[in-house]
Every structure is written in structure tokens, then in C-alpha cells.
């Protein structure tokens, strides 16, 4: 392999993780043949240089030069193609689709082919970040379910690994996974599909107990071989201290600057979410309030027929045109 990093040979010398050193490592940039244009235009309309195809071991290589890495939700074409004209380095199709694009009241509602389907979308418009998409709840309670659930998002949703949460319990799942070459996620810390069991959304990790069952967790997951782990909703010193203890990339939600890379559903980062905003949200933009102005100004400029306007956003006739379809519908046609 080319120019492997520090944390690269790390774990493609250890035994439990020996499937990195057989990854088929770039893809190369699928579709930038055939559509240079869409996805080369940078947001303020200026022509951008074609990106190079996020791999694996280009998350490894960030995570060893210290450069924090980038991981943003997607759910359809027009947010990935954000997504790739940004740089941003994993387009993630998390679960929480189920609530913010779906209107579930929680991600444990969203079935396998709605996750497909959305992935597929995803695909078609972003191609350089690395697309994980979420395994949705129930669809990994064994290894064998889990691989076959997993090759589907791979074959039929175009996607290149898959994300599960759990901890030491889904060790063979992800063992499973990963021995056959499916690139895997952990996410640890806050489990949403579990909200149920645990009584609701809470940080995990607050007391030496569960901070240490947090790490165990990471670590188990590490071993079993997955590429990066997810640390959500837990107290940032830890993130810190797993991120130090483990050789592959953290990507944190409400974990703390010190990990790896961070993650946000792009709905809570834009302001499209209007549900419930967890404290680790931040909005870069108000993206709900101006779409909802633009709604509002539209219904009034309908109800009010200041649109559409003729000379502006209509279509003409000719005039002799329309005086021969006038005669062929049987009208008399004035003299000119
Ligand atoms: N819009 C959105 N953003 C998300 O980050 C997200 C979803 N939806 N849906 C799926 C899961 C659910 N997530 C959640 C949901 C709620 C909290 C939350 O309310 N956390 C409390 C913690 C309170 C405590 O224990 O102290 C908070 O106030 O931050 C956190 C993550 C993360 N995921
Ligand atoms: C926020 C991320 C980590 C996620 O799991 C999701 O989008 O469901």
C-alpha cells in the first residue's frame, strides 16, 4: 500500500483488524466523466477542481496530521451534492432521516428500504466523501442478518460502509461485518435507537463506571475492526482520553473538541430541524425561517395575483397564430 499513515500501520499490523491491509482502497471518482458540471461548480457559481475520493486511509491520514474531519448527514441528492462541493470528507445517511426528513416520532420506525432508497439518492449526487449510511434499528441482530442487511445498502443503496450502535454486545455483528471487507462504524455513548430502554436521550459517561464502560465499549469495537467510532453525548474529557487511547478516527456529537472529527444532522446545522435541539446543536444558518418566509410571500403573491406576471414569468403567442387558432376553434376574428 501507498504512504500508509502512523495509525495505519498501526492496525494494519494488528491482528485483529486485518482487513484494512485488503480494502481495495480508491474507488477512483465514479461519475465525474459523465457529470463534471454539477458537482465542480462551487456554491458561489466558480469552477472548483474535481475532488479526490475520501478513502479509509485518508481518515487515517487526517486523524495522524491532527486535522479534524468532517462528517455531515444527507438524506437526499441536493444536500449530498452540498456535501461534495464543500469537501466535506463523510456523507453520513444516519437514521435520523426517520424523524427530521420522515416525520417518525423516533429513528427505531425506519425500515430498510426506506434507508435504501434515500441512500440511493445520496449517492447519485455525492461521490468524493466516503457514504456511510446508518443500519436501522433491527436490521443487525446477527452477524448473518447483519451482513445481508449490510451487503444491501452496499449493492442495492450505493453505499461504501455502514454505521451500528451498541457497544460490547454487537462485537460479533461487527466482527462479522468487517472480516468481509464491509467497512464499519461504531457508535457508542448516547444510543438514539435505544431510547426506549434507557428512558430517553441522556449523556452517557458521567459517572467512573459508565465512563469506563464507554471506553470498553471503544475499545472491544476497535478490535472487532471498525474503521471509526462515533462518541455521542458523552463528557468531552472522555472523548478526549478514548480518542488518545484508540488508534482509529472519534467522530463526536455533543463529545468535545478533542475528538478525531465531528458529526451534526445537517438539518439542526441549517435550521431546517424545528423539533427539539439537543445542547450539543449549533445552527450555521436559518435556512427553516427564510424557506418559511419564501412559503408565506409565495401563498400571499398567489392570493394577491402579483404573480405570476405576465411581461415576466409568462410565455407569448404570435399574433397571427393565435388569430388562426381562433378561426380553427370557430370565432370571429376582428379585422386588423
Ligand atoms: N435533529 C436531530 N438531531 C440529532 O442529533 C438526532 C436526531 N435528530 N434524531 C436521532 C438522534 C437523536 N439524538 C438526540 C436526541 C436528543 C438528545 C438530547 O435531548 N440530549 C439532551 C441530553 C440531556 C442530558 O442527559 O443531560 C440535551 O439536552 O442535549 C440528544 C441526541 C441524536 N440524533
Ligand atoms: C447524528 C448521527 C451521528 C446519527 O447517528 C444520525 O444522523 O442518525
Known amino acids: 500500500m501507498i504512504a500508509l499513515s502512523q495509525a495505519t500501520r498501526a492496525i494494519t499490523r494488528s491482528a485483529v483488524a486485518p482487513f484494512f491491509a485488503r480494502m481495495p482502497i480508491n474507488t477512483g471518482r465514479r461519475w465525474m466523466s459523465v457529470r463534471p458540471q454539477e458537482n465542480s461548480v462551487g456554491a458561489g457559481g466558480a ?28 438524506y437526499d441528492y441536493p444536500t449530498a451534492q452540498r456535501t461534495e462541493r464543500h469537501n466535506v470528507d463523510i456523507c453520513l445517511v444516519g437514521d435520523s432521516l426517520a424523524q427530521v426528513c420522515l416525520g417518525y416520532p423516533s429513528t427505531t420506525r425506519l425500515t430498510l428500504s426506506e434507508m435504501v432508497h434515500h441512500c440511493k439518492a445520496v449517492a447519485r449526487g455525492a461521490s468524493s466523501p466516503l457514504l456511510v449510511a446508518d443500519m436501522p434499528f433491527g436490521t443487525y441482530p446477527s452477524p448473518e442478518d447483519a451482513v445481508r442487511n449490510a451487503v444491501w445498502l452496499v449493492q442495492e443503496g450505493r453505499m461504501e460502509a455502514v454505521k451500528l450502535e451498541g457497544g460490547v454486545e454487537i462485537v460479533p455483528v461487527v466482527r462479522a461485518l468487517t472480516s468481509l471487507g464491509i467497512p464499519t462504524m461504531a457508535h457508542v455513548g448516547l444510543l438514539p435507537q435505544r431510547h426506549t430502554a434507557f428512558s430517553g436521550y441522556r449523556v452517557q459517561g458521567r459517572d467512573a463506571n459508565a465512563a469506563y464502560a464507554v471506553l470498553a465499549d471503544a475499545r472491544a469495537l476497535q478490535a472487532a475492526g471498525a474503521f471509526s467510532i462515533v462518541l455521542e453525548a458523552v463528557p468531552h474529557a472522555l472523548a478526549g482520553y478514548i480518542t488518545a487511547k484508540l488508534d482509529i478516527p472519534t467522530i463526536g456529537i455533543g463529545a468535545g473538541p478533542a475528538c478525531s472529527g465531528q458529526v451534526l444532522v445537517c438539518d439542526d446545522a441549517l435550521g431546517t430541524w424545528s423539533g427539539h435541539k439537543a445542547k450539543f446543536v449549533r445552527r450555521f444558518a436559518q435556512v427553516g425561517a427564510h424557506a418559511d418566509q419564501g412559503v408565506a410571500e409565495y401563498v400571499k403573491a398567489v392570493r394577491d395575483r402579483s404573480f405570476p406576471s405576465i411581461p415576466q414569468e409568462t410565455y407569448e403567442i404570435p399574433e397571427d397564430e393565435w388569430n388562426k387558432f381562433l378561426e380553427l376553434d370557430g370565432e370571429v376574428v376582428k379585422a386588423q
Open 47 to 74: 469552477a472548483q477542481p474535481p475532488r479526490k475520493k475520501v478513502t479509509i486511509q485518508r481518515l487515517f491520514t487526517l486523524r495522524a496530521q491532527s486535522t479534524p474531519i468532517t462528517v455531515l448527514t444527507a
